[in-house]
């Protein structure tokens, strides 16, 4: 099952609570949770074209389902990022991550 | 003996003729071991050339199975999936398809994977069994795996990816008997490959190819009970905005100093070693021509191009030491955000930082970039750093025309000078990576998306045999365009000979003394005479070698440099003299740089580009300078 369709209906169906999905590039340090969904259909200007960056991110494993947690920022403007991402650590400008959408874990 | 060399002798000894030799091609991602493979199955039975038509750097080695049979290996570029985004994954991909010209496909394709970390070469192993070409998967590193307490079931591996699954520690030679048994009982089978039919995965693909890794993943691997914290401990050193900032400004420090420093006694040595080689031949020989072409020609270039050898042996075993170990890519994650605001990558630093020693190992370590375009920027503005050769230049000019006296009381105007040279050359190479990228590579800048791999210790054979490695490659590629470029200029500097009863140097009359009698008028607008537009000719061999020139033209001999700063102080106006240290700042007044640039870009093109661009820089500046210096009197 596709998990953002599972949350969009969630939200349709009304009382029980609503879960926002958060962008792996508003996301601070110490932020988690999983990759609700990968989409790049708002790619960042003078980036690459949508489709070869999601299929990119894709590639080094920011798919659904996996368990995510920005570790390290950089020093200027908090950008690059180096994530967990299940069990190996990338780096990435935030510029890319903005299509990764991510459940944040209940705490937060 | 080793045990290939012993199954050779014996094959021999049995007088079999070996069936027809193996083609393996090994493929991994990066950071997977896949060199330390290379290096185990191979020893040091390498070679590195290029591919056709592509700067990609092709390494092959063979080594000889016990029954006999010689199986040659290729090591092809580290890659994250068949969807190639790099020159050097197009090379991978099309060389595992069978499509790469002048390449004959592999028979068996052997996927290294580090035992520790096999999500994404779970999707590569699926991409490659799609392909169906014969292949073996090793998992390497298994001894760092079995630390950890991770399990996995390699029999159940093998059934899933349809591909026998060895275990392998490459560093320390184990499982690479059972790798050749299993490469061999694939070859077989290499005949009924199927066509390829390969077609780029769309995302969707790249979804469902992942949901079956990690359902392969859930069921033959149970993750590590004792799982790497040292990494993430060390991280939150390394990676910290504070703290990880400094080790790296000690790390940049010392390599720096390093290369500019660590490797002059032995560039000394090595010039006063091929000066005292020359000197021996020169009493030797009659004088006459051929002791000149020796003496100053063959042994003077052939020195020119081994004095870079202590700078590439210093600054690769940094290189080296610092990508095994993994610092290389945190290195790159903290400098990213300075680098991209130039237009360049992270990784460009060490390239750029190298170029203030010199920029031919800075050029040849270039190759840290992954992304043709980064390199190529990085390449081209890399010369611009002022290197270790400028000055004896700027030496010589400065404290013949500036005078020694102090500004605003502390600072001493030469110093001030001198540094205003230095930061020329930097603002100016980052601004123009920025109009490179700004003008000529308008499209989509590629994303910043890298795996920071787990620190390891590097294995010091290894490092060894690939720092020996880099420097083989220097001699045999580079030196030898370098070599010949030297010998060209001294026959432009020798040919045709002074008539005899001549006045004034026998350059004058050579090709190199016409050459800048001609060029003189263009440059008399930035106030060079017809004796500095002499100097430039022989200055091409390198930057240094226009104080000799000078020397030569203005028949000064000596190596009292102060002689001859006197001698220039009075011929020369200042105007003149700033324009002369604008010239050097820019001017690509080294043949050796525009010969490795050649080498590492396989094509005339880019020396040709950094040639043009250069001069019109240095031109430009020098009338500036000139012109403006001219207005205010200095004339």
Redesign the interface.
Known sequence: MDPVRRIADTDLDGPLETITLVSLADGRRGFSGYIASVDAHAPAP????A???????????F???ARIEI???????R??I?VKL????????R??ARGVMVRPDAAQ | MTPPDLATAVAAAAGGAPAAPIRAALVGNPNSGKTAMFNALTGSRQKVANYAGVTVERKEGHLIAPDGRRISILDLPGTYSLRARSPDEVVTRDAVLGRLAGETPPDVVVLIADATNLRLVMRLALELRDVGRPAVLALNMIDIATRQGLEIDATRLAIELSMPVVTTVATRKRGIDELVIQIEAQAANSATAPADTWTEPSAAALRALHREAERILKACVLPPRRPDTFTGKLDSVLLHPVAGIGVLLVVLFLMFQAVFAWAAPLMDLSNAGFEALGAVMGNLMPDGLLKSLITDGIIAGVGSVVVFLPQIVILFLFIILLEDFGYMARAAFLLDKIMGGAGLHGRAFIPLLSSFACAIPGIMATRVIDNKRDRLTTILVAPLMTCSARIPVYTLIISAFIPRQQVWGVLSLQGLIFFGLYAAGLISALVVAWLVRKVFWRGAAEPFLMELPAYKIPDPMNVARNVLQRAQIFLQRAGTIILSMMILIWFLCTFPGAPAGAVGPAIDYSFAGMIGHAIQPVLAPIGFNWQMSVALIPGMAAREVAVGALGTVYAVAGADTSVLGASLAHQWSLASALAFLAWYVFAPQCASTLGVVKRETNSWRWPIIMFCYMTGLAYVASLIVYQTAVAMGAG
């Open positions: 003078g980036g690459l074209a489709h070869e960056l999601e299929r990119r991110l894709l590639e080094m494993g798919v659904e389902g570790l390290h920022e950089g020093f200027i403007g950008d690059p180096c299940d069990d190996m650590r990338v780096a990435l400008r510029r890319d």
